[in-house]
């Protein structure tokens, strides 16, 4: 984590490079325009709270999280990725787990569509390993970009669809619960990043606050 969060501070830092042309040279060649991207590496630090509810009560859980999630464009080709560590706050309850995602897929000029599992490692739970699918979608139209997720967010968020502008987002979460998310600008590469959601599924509701750095080397 440590030598994660320097090479983002690197990056804050950096002087942006500048292509230097003399008379004979010919200009850089234009890449293509995506919708995401060429890389991006994110580092979120938080808590979640997470757990259940019963007649006129509720049973919930607080977790500190610690997590690292990015991607990488090879041309179309979209390696996307993240982990994720819970560590219990409170002594005689669940166990620490880790959580760790591996989707792949392909992303065009206006849209990007990424799949794969989820692995869930808990320490001390049996079974000790869960394995989920987890699908992440985003189409461009203008300067808005539409979202939509099954099992996105490290597996934390069980639906998912909405909508961000100049790094604000919003998106409602099925079947009851929402998404927030801001990205605001250090420099040229680096990012400040707010992340929250809230939701409730059938007796078991979860709550997320996490704030980091996101860095496009």
């Known amino acids: 984590m440590r030598s994660l969060l320097l090479a983002l501070a690197a990056l804050a830092v950096a002087p942006p490079a500048r292509a230097q042309m003399t008379g004979g040279d010919s200009p850089p060649p234009v890449p293509t325009t995506r919708a995401l991207p060429g890389a991006e590496l994110n580092l979120d630090l938080g808590a979640l709270s997470g757990g259940y509810t019963y007649g006129d009560g509720a049973w919930m859980e ?11 464009l090879l041309g179309g080709l979209t390696l996307d990725g993240g982990v994720l560590s819970l560590e219990p706050l409170r002594p005689g309850g669940p166990g620490a787990s880790l959580t760790l995602t591996a989707r792949v897929g392909y992303t065009g000029e206006r849209w990007s569509l990424v799949g794969g599992p989820v692995l869930g490692i808990g320490y001390s739970a049996r079974p000790g390993l869960q394995v ?4 992440k979608a985003l189409y461009r139209v203008g300067p808005v970009d539409l979202h939509a997720g099954l099992l996105d967010l490290h597996g934390l968020v069980p639906a ?6 100049k790094g604000l987002g919003l998106a409602y979460v099925l079947p009851l619960g929402a998404r927030a998310w801001a990205s605001i600008p250090l420099n040229p590469a680096l990012s400040l990043r707010v992340e929250a959601f809230a939701f409730r599924l059938g007796n078991a509701q979860s709550a997320l606050l996490t704030v980091g750095l996101g ?3």
């Open 62 to 72: 607080p977790f500190a999280a610690q997590a690292v999630s990015g991607h990488v």
């Open 132 to 135: 989920l699918p987890s699908l």
């Open 160 to 165: 998912h669809l909405g909508a961000s502008w």
């Open 215 to 217: 860095g496009q080397p």
